[in-house]
């Protein structure tokens, strides 16, 4: 056959193809984000357990909520945590002088409440550890 006798074909347009390449970016960055955020999350999480805090930090909150207006109890705790933190010279003298006024609200049933001399050795101490760490 002669190509001019061939009988003519109309060319068809180009089909349209969906193309959801963009949201399968979106989804896997999306998926993304989320797995590393909860993997922060999770290390965050372990280091903030694992940590090392110091427990000096903990014995002198322990003296600073100290209630004043139970004397036998604030006694206690401040023989207990003040020996653990009594660490230079200067704080050691003010605990060995406060050690003796605190003998008197322990070991009894009923406590007179707390002296106010007392008290301001409690504070200075308190104060002086606050200045140490």
């Known amino acids: 056959m002669n190509p001019e006798q061939l009988p003519i074909r109309d060319i068809k347009p180009l089909l349209p193809i969906p193309d959801v390449s963009f949201y399968l970016f979106v989804g896997f960055a999306g998926v993304g984000v989320l797995v590393l955020s909860a993997i922060l999350i999770f290390v965050w999480k372990w280091w ?22 139970n004397p036998k109890k604030a006694a206690y705790v401040m023989t207990k945590y003040g020996r653990l933190l009594a660490e230079d010279k200067r704080r050691q003298e003010i605990l060995e002088q406060l050690l003796p006024r605190l003998e008197r609200y322990k070991y009894r049933k009923k406590v007179p409440p707390l002296d106010e001399e007392t008290k301001r050795f409690m504070k200075l101490f308190i104060e002086m550890s606050h200045d140490a760490l």
């Open 48 to 69: 903030q357990k694992h940590r090392r805090i110091d427990p000096r930090i903990g014995w002198l909150r322990q003296l600073d909520s100290i209630d004043y207006g």
